[in-house]
């Protein structure tokens, strides 16, 4: 348990009475911190004034990277990633709570360098996503010795236009995947490690989370019983959905499966009453992103990650 005391204020980790505070500002964060059992309370570091409200809250996650921490061929200059993010309530501006986020700061970063030592082998590098047009956030960064690793685009395609159909191979079929069953998702998890470059997949925490959400559903393509493709959407607003987690089996490249269930889930998107779906890929994925430009996507927005490398 981590506790630092102010005079206004204590730091301390994350209890479950502090769910319904922290839904006043930010219900999917509340969400999050009840049902995704990846985010432990050790991770997350809370804010609290004298009157116990919470001002303030800065977790740890686990990214998707750690899921091949235990591969005893991986390279040694891989880099497994911690997510790091601060949220601030509604009740006050960055510029009147600048020691509150220096301080939830030195313990997330204390925090990761104690997970660092559980691996003193491995190259561990705490990471946040901003925005282009933060540069506030952007400078802050910077200055506490975080560099900017890479960025990703943000695409958006139009429902209100026109979605061609794609033709496919017979051999193929696309459903509507419910993973209604223990297996069905392992089985999931299992081909998108094996639609991966580098083999890493969700945890089975995060892909259970995200089934729990807003309008969740998956278009994935078998072969046979085999899971061969897959695309997932889930809710963003009343008139926005992400489609995301996209993957291709190596072997079944090139035979228009990516296009296919894609285009599945704009259609039904689409008949869902959507107006704009979204996606993330990264900069330099070219040949994906000409994929997603030929389905329709534009550029909407860019991200840069930047990310804080720990010491051994």
């Given at each position: 348990m981590t506790k630092i005391k102010n005079r206004h204020y204590v730091i301390r980790n994350y209890t479950e009475e502090d769910a319904d505070k922290i839904a006043q500002f930010n219900v999917v964060l509340m969400l999050t911190y009840c049902y995704n059992g990846d985010y432990k309370p050790e991770n997350i570091f809370c804010a609290v004034d004298q009157e116990n409200t919470i001002m303030a809250v800065g977790h740890l996650e686990f990214d998707q990277t750690w899921s091949i921490m235990n591969k005893t061929n991986q390279s040694i200059d891989y880099v497994y990633k911690l997510n790091l993010d601060i949220s601030i309530s509604n009740n006050g501006e960055w510029s009147s709570?600048?020691?509150i986020r220096e301080e939830l700061m030195n313990c997330l970063i204390t925090r990761a360098n104690e997970i660092k030592n559980q691996f003193p082998e491995r190259n561990i590098r705490v990471c946040h996503n901003i925005s282009t047009d933060k540069i506030s956030d952007i400078d802050y960064y910077l200055s506490k010795g975080f560099m900017s690793k890479r960025s990703q685009f943000v695409m958006k395609r139009d429902l209100t236009e026109e979605i061609k159909n794609v033709p496919h191979s017979d051999k193929i079929r696309i459903i509507n995947w419910k993973m209604k069953t223990k297996e069905e998702e392992k089985q999931y998890l299992r081909a998108?490690?094996?639609?991966?470059l580098e083999g890493i997949s969700w945890s089975l925490n995060r892909l259970r989370w995200t089934k729990g959400g807003p309008e969740w559903d998956t278009f994935t393509a078998f072969a046979g019983e085999d899971v061969v493709g897959s695309v997932m959407t889930w809710?963003?607003?009343e008139n926005r959905s992400a489609t995301e987690s996209i993957f291709v089996l190596p072997e079944w490249r090139q035979k228009g499966i990516a296009k296919a269930v894609i285009t599945e889930a704009l259609?039904?998107?689409?008949?869902k009453g959507k107006?704009?779906?979204t996606l993330c890929v990264l900069s330099d994925n070219y040949k994906a992103i000409a994929l997603?430009?030929?389905l329709g996507y534009k550029i909407d927005s860019v991200f840069l990650e930047f990310g804080f490398d720990l010491s051994s």
């Open positions: 709570l600048l020691p998108e490690a094996k639609g991966d809710g963003i607003s259609k039904f998107l689409k008949e107006s704009e779906a997603y430009q030929s």
